[in-house]
């Protein structure tokens, strides 16, 4: 049976939550494979809204069995949290497993997160300040903490004074702050051993075992392919691969038990932080669209940038994730514009690039050549198929499948949980 993987085709915020839950109720695992509490999904159901930063969006489906797999880093305290959230509004954490290998975000990961950050002044890179990068840092160098450690006192003592024998240097003779205490760290981490201990697993096991018996595996990834740490707007990236092949890395599952890559992808674009955006609207039209939809991170909370829909960045994605589907998302938000324009390609100092320069000094250099497309005005927000589509809409549709390469399986037109149009069978 399948393992798809469900990944963003830009910055990130495209509406992965929304996916993830139209598919839940037809999958019976949901595996989250990279990234940590820097990213979020947001889930309408019904009158209540459901914001997830580390639990897979699959914790909200009963009947599926939600894993964080082995690429993700976690913040003990924020997903301890997080789950007695969720139980405090009847929602059943229980069946959440979780990779043995999973690495620790520790205290001194979020203390070097943030004086770095602030160091940095004008070049910041704008991280959420979570920990999420020096955490994956320390697990490249081989210096990180995994769940496992949790249970076995004596080697995370050993890897936490391994840790600060530097770290400790850096933050009091480069950042002029405290040293950090062994026994301290030591200690909130142990804290955690047993509230965890229930949920870990060999889940790479796990998941392979459920393929040979005919489950289907649901992956999803944190942020967008614009944001992988290899294929990004680097350095502006986050520091792990939510691209497709990030979710073999981060699950333990095999490239070759991955039948569908599922794309998602705005009806226009976003991001959050810091780094290049060719389509940035700086005017009334981009304030516009953060208003109607809502354009503030899961997470952090902070205004997302909106611009037009930027068709090389669509292309790029369907390449490097070897996309068979895109679920397109927020098209409602568009309802009302006279004139959608979208970036077709982009002017490079003078010359024409139809794909993404392969430098990043070409980016940051890139500006979009538009086609403008006729809007609509109908409220398309009860659509449940293509035919209910305003004819605008449905040409502005089929255009963006035609220059992003990607035939469009999934329309959403709202924030509700049944606000979508399902052209094709996303698992079958």
């Known amino acids: 049976m399948p393992a798809i993987v469900l990944v963003g085709s830009q910055w990130g915020d495209e509406g992965k939550g929304k996916a993830t839950d139209l598919l839940g109720g037809r999958v019976d695992y949901v595996v989250r494979y990279q990234g940590g509490n820097n990213a979020g999904h947001t889930v309408v159901i019904g009158d209540q809204k459901f914001a997830l930063h580390l639990l897979p969006s699959g914790i909200l489906t009963p009947e599926v069995i939600p894993v964080i797999g082995n690429g993700v880093v976690i913040d003990p305290a924020v997903l301890l949290h997080e789950m007695a959230g969720l139980n405090g509004r009847g929602i059943d ?125 649901l992956l999803e990834g944190g942020q967008g392919t614009l944001l992988d740490v290899d294929h990004g707007t680097y350095p502006f990236v986050t520091s792990s691969n939510p691209t497709a092949g990030g979710a073999c890395t981060g699950s333990g599952i095999g490239p070759t038990r991955i039948t569908r890559v599922i794309g998602i992808l705005k009806a226009y674009t976003t991001r959050v932080g810091s780094g290049p955006f060719p389509t940035e609207l700086l005017d009334d039209d981009g304030e516009r669209l953060r208003v109607i939809g809502g354009e503030r991170g899961v997470t952090t909370g902070r205004p997302r940038r909106c611009g037009w829909f930027d068709a090389p960045i669509a292309r790029f994605a369907s390449r490097v994730n070897g996309l068979t589907d895109t679920f397109l998302t927020k098209l409602d938000v568009l309802t009302g514009f006279e004139q959608i324009p979208v970036c077709v390609a982009y002017d490079v100092d003078g010359e024409r690039c139809d794909e993404i320069p392969m430098t990043q000094t070409g980016f940051h250099h890139a500006k979009p050549i538009y086609e403008n497309r006729p809007g609509w005005t109908e409220d398309i927000s009860g659509a449940r198929e293509v035919s209910d589509l305003p004819k605008n809409a449905r040409d502005y549709v089929q255009f963006l499948e035609d220059i992003s390469g990607t035939r469009i399986s999934a329309i959403g037109v709202g924030q509700d949980r049944d606000a979508t149009i399902a052209i094709n069978d996303l698992i079958a």
């Open 93 to 217: 954490t229980s069946k959440l497993v979780i990779s043995a290998n999973a690495h620790l975000i520790t205290p001194y990961h979020v203390t070097l997160d943030k004086v770095t950050e602030r160091f940095l002044g004008n070049a910041k890179i704008g991280t959420t300040g979570r920990g999420i990068g020096p955490t994956y840092s320390d697990k490249i160098a081989r210096l990180g903490i995994r769940v496992q450690d949790l249970f076995d006192p004596s080697i995370l003592r050993q890897k936490v004074e391994g840790a600060l024998a530097s770290k400790n240097q850096v933050l009091v003779k480069v950042y002029n702050r405290r040293a950090l205490e062994i026994d301290e760290i030591v200690d909130s981490l142990l804290a955690f051993a047993d509230p965890l201990r229930p949920y870990v697993a060999d889940t790479s096991l796990m998941l392979n075992d459920a393929l040979d018996q005919g489950k289907v595996v």
